[in-house]
């Protein structure tokens, strides 16, 4: 079965700092990890990691992809109240196109 | 701008009563999915449809029913609701295809089944 595991589940931090959330997965024919952010209802699209080593990077946000040791970070710098949201991360299952998320890391980030 | 629309934001139920969610996207996508999404448990797959009147189980459809008539319609049915399926349900859509498996999501419904 497909598992994809995120850490923390929340975090509270100060407007400034820099955070890291984690995800880790264990996937078969592993193609892709996804990262969304959702700060009302909808979750919207962040990045989409094939390649290990290659950070993909959009703002203050980056993440990395490491294949050999099964996991993905997302880095958020300066962090702002704006930044406060659940960010999930997925992986699509073998020969589907459906996701398996995470539970997700609830980020608080407070002035 | 790509749209998945979801037709109520918020909706009360009685146990019992047949529900009908409905989800639309305009981006010509094959494919379309239906999540519920609870505290601690995270996004979980009910059903997926990757063609008109093509439809998968996901995860947990026990309780639950879909129907595409058109490609751009998604409807969820609960046929008898109860109240463990007060949840926040969310809409996707992608394209169909193996190199990008980004999902586009409605804005959800929140079902409170009394």
């Known amino acids: 079965e497909d598992k994809v595991v995120q850490s923390p589940l929340s975090l509270v931090v100060h407007e400034g700092d820099t955070v890291t959330l984690n995800c880790s997965y264990e996937v078969t024919n592993f193609r892709s990890l996804l990262w969304y952010k959702q700060e009302k209802k909808a979750p919207t699209f962040l990045f989409m990691l094939t390649s290990s080593g290659i950070e993909k990077k959009s703002g203050r946000l980056s993440s990395i992809l490491d294949k050999k040791e099964l996991f993905s970070i997302l880095n958020i710098t300066a962090t702002q109240t704006g930044d406060s949201a659940i960010y999930l991360c997925?992986?699509?299952?073998?020969?589907?196109?459906?996701?398996?998320f995470g539970k997700g890391t609830k980020l608080s980030v407070i002035p | 701008d790509v749209k998945v629309t979801q037709s109520s934001r918020y909706l009360v139920k009685r146990t019992g009563e047949k529900v009908f969610l409905e989800c639309v996207q305009d981006?010509?996508?094959?494919?379309m999915f239906w999540y519920r999404q609870d505290p601690g448990l995270g996004l979980r797959l009910i059903y997926f449809?990757?063609?008109?009147?093509?439809?998968e189980k996901g995860d947990i459809p026990e309780g639950y029913s879909v129907s595409r008539e058109k490609k751009e319609r998604f409807s969820l049915i609960l046929e008898s609701a109860s109240t463990n399926q007060t949840s926040m349900y969310l809409c996707?859509?992608?394209?169909?295809?193996?190199?990008?498996?980004?999902?586009?999501f409605g804005s959800g419904t929140q079902l409170s089944v009394l």
């Open positions: 449809s990757y063609d008109v009147k093509m439809k």
């Open positions: 981006m010509d996508h094959e494919n």
């Open positions: 996707a859509s992608s394209e169909w295809s193996a190199t990008n498996e980004k999902l586009f």
């Open positions: 997925a992986s699509p299952g073998a020969g589907s196109y459906q996701l398996t």
